[in-house]
């Protein structure tokens, strides 16, 4: 009988193993990789690398390594997690919000409907 894990973990360790998931998916898109090209180098399919990236605790330990290894070859789990990686801060930077600025006369023509 086949068990998926998300049947038989408690909602804490789901939550970590989205959260894991989550990280190896912000320092790919962090270092301008694509997920594809992430998979490739890794040795995985790019249905792995998506489940990974959603959290999916069936993956493998060693599969998840193995994609951390293809981001930034030689950084640990814990280095991961701690997000001290300069292209994460980079990211940030430029996701933080911007003030808005008023749209010009012709951006105004442009969505007039």
């Not at 049947?7 to 360790?13: E, K, S």
């Not at 998916?25 to 399919?45: F, V």
């Amino acid at each position: 009988m086949k068990v998926t894990q998300s049947a038989v973990l408690d909602d804490a360790r789901e939550a970590e193993a989205r959260k894991l998931g989550a990280a190896l998916a912000r320092l790919r898109i962090a270092r301008g990789l694509k997920q594809e090209q992430t998979a490739l180098r890794a040795g995985l399919s790019r249905n792995t690398a998506y489940r990974l990236e959603k959290g999916d605790a069936g993956v493998a330990m060693g599969q998840v390594l193995r994609y951390l290894d293809a981001i930034v070859p030689g950084k640990t789990l814990l280095e991961l997690l701690s997000e001290t990686d300069p292209a994460l801060a980079a990211l940030g930077a430029k996701e933080q919000r911007r003030r808005a600025s008023a749209l010009s006369r012709r951006e105004l023509d442009e969505i007039d409907f």
